[in-house]
């Protein structure tokens, strides 16, 4: 809207109160701006194509604000450690992971540390492998609880279904993602598979849920104990 000197102030008001400002379209951002620091998007928003429906808000966000950090002298962390947990937990008997098909030892003990921090359980097939893998990866005071299956792996998986909910971390088209995967309201075994071949086809028809972890690079999975502990700190309502 050009307005020259001649225009007198009332008539400026009125050209002013009667304009409409363009309609501007909401388009898919350029790769300049994507990469511009002025484009504040995550990087995650910008690589998945669905990532306001994936990204779930807490439900208790505005109802419990975290507080504030605030100068002045702090808890040591060996007191903290004491208030917040007095005693090692026991067998809940709610949340179970079950790495029934994990080769790899390291693998094997982070998911014990992930069992304690979580209150879970462990289910793994009592053999050699295993029993030499958590007594080589067990650096904890106490051990969580450990069931030893001592029968086949599909047999104990077709025996927890009468109780439980299965869940697989896995690829699968009709995954549930992450971030909407819910807190378990009952009893839970999490079933997580082999480092490079995944959870086996014939286990696939005892599975209830599968749950995918979005990822924006090239990789086709994080490692087993990562995605184990992801999806066990998300079931276990931590996070």
Known sequence: MDI?????????????????????????????????????????????????????????????????????????????????RPRQHGCCDHLIVAPLWVAYEANLGTLLRTCEAVGACMAVPSTDHYHRALDRGDTLPRRPHVHWVRISKLSWIREQRGTSRIVAAELAEDATPLTRLEAARTRTVVLLGHEHHGVPAE????????????????GASLNVAVAGSLVLYRLAGLM
Do not use: Y
Not at 42 to 61: F, G, I, T
Not at 203 to 218: F, H, K, Q, T
């Open 4 to 84: 020259d000197s001649r225009h007198s102030a009332d008539d400026v008001n009125r050209l002013s109160a009667n304009f409409e400002p363009p309609v501007t379209l909401v388009t898919r951002p350029t790769r300049a701006q994507r990469r511009s620091l002025s484009f504040q998007l995550p990087l995650w928003a910008c690589r998945w194509p669905d990532a306001a429906a994936k990204s779930v808000p807490n439900e208790h966000d505005e109802e419990f604000p975290l507080p504030r950090v605030t100068p002045g002298d702090k808890t040591r962390r060996t007191d903290l450690r004491k208030q917040r």
């Open 203 to 218: 286990a696939w028809d005892l599975i209830d849920e599968v749950v995918e972890i979005p990822m924006v690079g090239r």
